[in-house]
């Protein structure tokens, strides 16, 4: 094979290449086309329902935020809600929802802190999410705190952002300050991008039992968990009769040098208890 032979193929595999991700391309187009501009729409509708009448009915909803340090943050949410759809470009579509939950400080810890460092740490993570932390404080004479109580006040933004777009072909979420300090994040493809999803979506913002986060398995995944799990156990079964057993070699191996001991005590006591044959005689030779 010549040089020009060589070049061909390699030309070849190339525009292959390439026409695989002219393909894959034209797919992701179709696919936000056809499916997540529409969905992005609908989601928005959809959105629009779901915060008007949460914010008509004001129902109690409750978030807990564990803090290194202190403990649970609680907050009850606003119902503040501010909904948005932006058109970042022909091609790119994006959702944003921003409300808000107070801190319920009533229902939260009052906490004691000593030390200079531990208030520092804390107080940072305080500042970090913006929220008030120091109640009452004492400072030693070079002015640094040495002792403050900590309780939590302030409020808690919440926001969720979804973005579409076709060069990518799927929907991303990300959730903030919703289960911790923090965002999370979610995609979803364009045939998942439904109203399924959207219940899901709205049951994890009204912080009810939601499936959003838990990922479906498929059945031979399941099988192998379960084989995998019985695996397992059989396999924690076995090491514990093994190590029961040299146990109790290790309990028979340390009992033989007492038995041993225990037997030769009783032969030297009885060898010194019982007389001699020669003893025996001189008391047959002494009898008169």
Not at 174 to 201: C, H, P, Y
């Amino acid at each position: 094979m010549g040089l020009l032979d060589d070049l061909e193929q390699e030309s070849q595999r190339r525009k292959a290449s390439l026409g695989d991700a002219d393909r894959l391309k034209l797919e992701r187009e179709e696919a936000f086309k056809t499916r997540l501009e529409p969905g992005m729409q609908a989601f928005h509708e959809y959105l629009l329902k779901l915060t008007t009448n949460l914010a008509f009915l004001k129902p109690r909803i409750q978030i807990r935020h564990d803090i290194p340090g202190y403990g649970a943050v609680v907050a009850i949410i606003d119902h503040d809600y501010e909904l948005r759809a932006n058109t970042i470009s022909p091609t790119s579509k994006e959702i944003v929802l921003n409300f808000s939950a107070t801190v319920a400080t009533d229902e939260c810890p009052t906490v004691q802190v000593q030390g200079a460092p531990k208030i520092r740490n804390l107080n940072s993570f305080f500042q970090k999410v913006r929220l008030a932390g120091i109640a009452e404080f004492k400072k030693d004479d070079a002015g640094e705190m040495i002792a403050a109580t900590f309780r939590a006040r302030g409020r808690i933004p919440l926001n969720m952002t979804v973005n579409a777009d076709a060069d990518s072909g799927i929907a991303k979420l990300s959730f903030t300050n919703f289960d911790s300090m923090g965002a999370v994040a979610k995609t979803a493809t364009a045939a998942q991008f439904n109203e399924q999803l959207f219940d899901d979506v709205a049951r994890f913002i009204a912080r009810e039992d939601s499936t959003l986060f838990r990922e479906a398995l498929s059945d031979d995944f399941r099988k192998q968990l379960a084989q995998k799990v019985q695996h397992e156990q059989l396999k924690r079964k076995w090491e514990s009769k093994i190590a029961q057993q040299q146990q109790d070699d290790q309990d028979k191996d340390k009992g033989k040098p007492a038995a041993k001991a225990k037997v030769d005590q009783a032969v030297k006591d009885g060898a010194e208890k019982a007389p001699s044959l020669v003893d025996r005689m001189k008391g047959l030779f002494g009898k008169k």
